[in-house]
């Protein structure tokens, strides 16, 4: 299949490897056209040189990306808090403790109900150009529970994480160590066959450091790789516990030190993924994006959609976003958002339309990538693949 008539390809290849001179980590093709076949992208280069194919895909003069990659997002719960939201607004603060309310919807919630919600949630996440997306366990916090959220995670997606270490539930109260026993036993061992990662909520009212040490070890022996929710509440140690684990990514990053920022730029393959809708929906200071990207950090965006700290499943809210509120260019929120979100994945086949990529590509209803911050809240994506198979 031929898509021509592109006003602009970004496809996230390398700036030397593109001759157009323009500001940020890629340059895009204007003119261009793009071939996919069996799944994978075939060829792009100039409209004018594109081959012939057996179907053809008028863009009329707009924008193709590679589909966003959303690296970080809660999707197995049951219920809803938009009081809690409202009451938020009206001048309470957020606290880790708002989930509880959701493991105990969760915990009563059927499966078919658990799955439908996050069918629609996965229906939402396709029209809005997300054709990669990470889903964590977390509001089961019992052995069945987190292993049920799993299963359910990956009927949807193979980016399965383990998130037994949200919270120390209520149960476990007065023992917290008996959980995280229990984190790094039986329910790691009923719950490693059905993911890839393990994850850990490391900040003050959750997981302290070494508990967060001990989750991710575990982890890690039983063949899940580590990821971590870090520095979200309060200056701490989740970035540094993240990078002597080396995860994929470290999560929120709210809260830096320059030893923070210093060691995530020298550690070699721990993304800082930003995650700033949190801060939209909680009212809180925005991560510093300059300061990251100035040191040489990998930075990806995400959404971390979940019914408490955010409730968007919309990269592109969140690319404008990262525009508009944390300094990024249009092309740095736009790779983080692709490129960053697969890096953070740990994969090389999506985020980025080379030739051999997997077919994810969207086609915006708008002449370049910077209207997804230009026209923030209009529904832009025209179109979308995935796999080379349309999807929305
Ligand atoms: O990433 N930080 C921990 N977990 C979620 C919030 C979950 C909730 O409030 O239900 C987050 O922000
Ligand atoms: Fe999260």
């Not at 340059?27 to 799944?39: C, F, K, Q, W, Y």
Request: net charge negative.
């Amino acid at each position: 299949m031929l898509i021509t008539n592109i006003s602009e390809l970004v496809t996230n290849a390398p700036r030397e490897a593109v001759s157009v001179a323009s500001p940020g980590p890629f340059e895009a093709m204007t003119d261009a056209a793009i071939v996919l076949d069996a799944g994978v992208v075939a060829w792009t280069g100039p409209a004018a040189r594109a081959p012939a194919a057996d179907e053809r895909v008028d863009a009329a003069s707009r924008a193709v990306l590679p589909g966003f990659v959303d690296s970080h997002a809660h999707l197995v719960f049951a219920g809803e808090r938009g009081a809690e939201f409202a009451a938020r607004m009206a001048g309470l603060p957020y606290s880790a403790g708002g989930i509880r309310s959701t493991v105990a919807a969760t915990r009563a919630a059927s499966s078919d109900q658990l799955r439908a919600n996050l069918a629609r949630l996965a229906g939402e996440l396709l029209r809005q150009g997300t054709t990669t997306f990470e889903c964590k366990s977390g509001y089961g916090l019992t052995v069945a529970d987190e292993a049920r959220s799993l299963a359910l995670a990956a009927e949807f997606t193979p980016e399965v994480t383990y998130l037994g270490a949200h919270v120390v539930p209520a149960e476990f109260e007065a023992d917290p160590a008996s959980y995280l026993d229990l984190v790094c036993g039986d329910m790691l061992a009923a719950c490693a066959p059905l993911a890839r990662w393990v994850d850990v909520f490391c900040e003050r009212g959750a997981f302290a450091a070494d508990e967060a040490r001990a989750v991710l070890a575990a982890g890690e022996t039983a063949g899940l790789a580590a990821r971590v929710h870090a520095n979200q509440l309060g200056p701490g140690p989740g970035v540094q516990v993240a990078i002597e684990a080396e995860a994929a990514s470290a999560d929120h990053c709210t809260y830096l030190t320059d030893g923070d920022v210093d060691a995530l730029a020298s550690s070699g393959g721990t993304v800082a993924t930003l995650l700033p809708g949190v801060e939209f929906s909680t009212r809180s200071p925005y991560p510093d994006a300059r300061r990251l990207l100035n040191a040489g950090v990998t930075v990806a965006i995400a959404t971390d959609c979940n019914p408490g700290s955010c409730f968007t499943s919309s990269m592109p809210f969140c690319v404008a976003l990262a525009v508009r509120e944390m300094r990024m260019t249009t092309t740095e929120a736009v790779w983080a958002a692709t490129a960053g979100g697969a890096h953070a994945l740990r994969r090389t086949d999506v985020g980025h339309l080379g030739v051999g990529a997997r077919a994810d590509v969207v086609l915006l209803d708008a002449p370049s990538h910077a209207y997804l911050a230009y026209r923030p809240g209009v529904p832009l994506i025209a179109a979308a693949w995935r796999a080379g198979e349309r999807v929305a």
